[in-house]
Structures are given as structure tokens and as C-alpha cells.
């Protein structure tokens, strides 16, 4: 099982499934099943696509020079970068925007920016920002304090780090003890809400059939089954 996993790089995907279900984080770390994604998805990348021109464009009129990011472009503190890729260790963010920060009187920082696809905030959007917030703080002198969400229709959300990363780093410790294992083994099928939409759907309904599992009843969520 260790060479299933060796070199394996932990991105925002992976967390955000993790955070949904471990076991379709664990799925998405050992990367050889793809299920098939949910139609929901491809509305909602369309949707994000076009957020995304719209409030790049929306910069770009305020006056404000974008530019595709580079670790040379982050090194050298320009104002917004695009399509960023932060790595730190084996963490990989991927996110929308970096952003100087407004708020900051003295020094540097960048704050990230996700676009979302969605009209309302969604529990994934949260997760990735933090994430790339998490990875971010890695990467510079000083942590972000805020971040923003931008949902369609062009609505800019302000978000707050003041709690922290501890799920965040939680989520990573356990996928990180998976990679080093010579026996971690997938997660027991758990059925929720996420299944509707999850790309591994319906190989875990099948396996949860097979199983005669507690979660196929209404109502039986994972702390009631224990």
C-alpha cells in the first residue's frame, strides 16, 4: 500500500473530499478511480469560469495590472496574481486569486481569493479557501488574516481566519499517516448528504448494499452508528 501512495502530493481537491468524507479523500489520494462526477459539477465549473472572467475583468477596470502567477511574480509582491498554484512540502492550493493586502499599513502579505460557482457560499468554498490560506502561511512571513469568496453575481465575501486551521491541519496529519503506512486500508462505506453529488456515488452504494450498512437508513448519521 506504501507505493500506492509514494510521492503523493495532498491538494485542495483531496482535503475538500476528505472534509466531506475520509473515505472519499482516502479514494482521491490513491487516485486510481475517477467514478463518474455529477452533472451538478459541470454547471457549477461553467458557472465558475465565468464568475472568474467577470471579476478579473472587473479588476482590470478598476485599474488594477493582473498577472498569471509565477513563484518569481510571488517572490517579487505584485499586487494580484491569477491562477496560482502554492506548494509547500507536499501541499498543493490551488486557487483563483492572490491578493496584496488592503489592510495592511506596514510590511506584505498576500490574502487569497476564491471564485465560486455557486450563488450561495457552500461548504467546499470554505475548505478550499482555507486550505489555500493554510498553504499560504506556509509560503510568507505573515499569515492572511481574511480571504475572499466570490459567489455568481459577482458577490464579494469576506472571510475571517481568526479561528484557525485546526481542521484543516487535522485533515492533513490523517492523510499524511496514510501515505506512510504499509497498511491503511479505504475508510468503512458512510453514507451522507455528499453522496448525492460525489463522483464515487455509486460504487459506495453498492458497496454499502453489499454490506447491508446502517447509513442506507434515513436519518442514521455517523455518530448515531458509532
Same mark, same amino acid.
Given at each position: 500500500m506504501?507505493?500506492?501512495f509514494?510521492?503523493?502530493? !495532498?491538494t485542495s481537491? %483531496?482535503?475538500?473530499?476528505?472534509?466531506?468524507c475520509? /473515505?472519499?479523500g482516502?479514494?482521491?489520494?490513491?487516485?486510481?478511480?475517477?467514478?463518474s462526477?455529477?452533472?451538478m459539477?459541470?454547471?457549477v465549473?461553467f458557472?465558475t469560469?465565468?464568475?472568474?472572467?467577470?471579476?478579473v475583468?472587473? #479588476?482590470?477596470?478598476?485599474?488594477?495590472?493582473?498577472?498569471?502567477?509565477?513563484?518569481?511574480?510571488?517572490?517579487?509582491?505584485?499586487?494580484? =496574481?491569477?491562477d496560482?498554484?502554492?506548494? *509547500?512540502?507536499d501541499?498543493?492550493?490551488?486557487?483563483d486569486?492572490l491578493a496584496?493586502?488592503s489592510?495592511?499599513?506596514?510590511?506584505?502579505?498576500?490574502?487569497?481569493?476564491?471564485?465560486?460557482?455557486?450563488?450561495f !457560499?457552500?461548504?467546499?468554498d470554505?475548505?478550499?479557501? #482555507?486550505?489555500? $490560506?493554510?498553504v499560504?502561511?506556509?509560503?510568507?512571513s505573515k499569515? +492572511?488574516? @481574511?480571504?475572499?469568496?466570490v459567489?455568481?453575481g459577482a458577490a464579494i465575501?469576506?472571510?475571517k481566519?481568526? @479561528?484557525g486551521y485546526r481542521?484543516i491541519v487535522?485533515a %492533513?496529519? !490523517?492523510?499524511?499517516d496514510?501515505?506512510?503506512?504499509?497498511? *491503511?486500508e479505504?475508510?468503512?462505506?458512510?453514507?451522507?448528504?455528499?453522496? @448525492?453529488?460525489?463522483?464515487?456515488?455509486?460504487q459506495?452504494r453498492?458497496? $454499502?448494499?453489499? =454490506?447491508?450498512?446502517?447509513s442506507?437508513?434515513? /436519518?442514521?448519521t +455517523?455518530?448515531i452508528?458509532?
Open positions: 506504501q507505493d500506492m509514494a510521492m503523493k502530493t !495532498i481537491e %483531496i482535503v475538500t473530499g476528505f472534509m466531506h475520509q /473515505r472519499k482516502f479514494l482521491l489520494l490513491v487516485g486510481k478511480e475517477s467514478g462526477p455529477h452533472e459539477d459541470e454547471i465549473t458557472n469560469k465565468n464568475n472568474r472572467n467577470e471579476y475583468s472587473s #479588476l482590470e477596470n478598476e485599474g488594477h495590472k493582473i498577472q498569471t502567477f509565477t513563484p518569481e511574480r510571488f517572490a517579487s509582491r505584485l499586487g494580484f =496574481l491569477i496560482v498554484k502554492l506548494e *509547500a512540502d501541499l498543493l492550493a490551488s486557487l486569486i496584496k493586502s489592510s495592511e499599513p506596514h510590511g506584505f502579505r498576500y490574502e487569497p481569493t476564491l471564485i465560486s460557482g455557486n450563488y !457560499i457552500q461548504f467546499e470554505k475548505i478550499k479557501l #482555507l486550505f489555500s $490560506a493554510y499560504l502561511t506556509q509560503l510568507q499569515p +492572511p488574516k @481574511n480571504g475572499l469568496i459567489t455568481t465575501n469576506k472571510i481566519f481568526e @479561528n481542521p487535522k %492533513i496529519d !490523517i492523510l499524511r496514510w501515505v506512510s503506512s504499509t497498511s *491503511a479505504a475508510p468503512r462505506v458512510m453514507l451522507n448528504k455528499h453522496c @448525492n453529488v460525489c463522483q464515487f456515488r455509486h459506495c453498492k458497496n $454499502a448494499e453489499e =454490506l447491508d450498512d446502517l442506507l437508513l434515513d /436519518r442514521m +455517523p455518530k452508528i458509532g
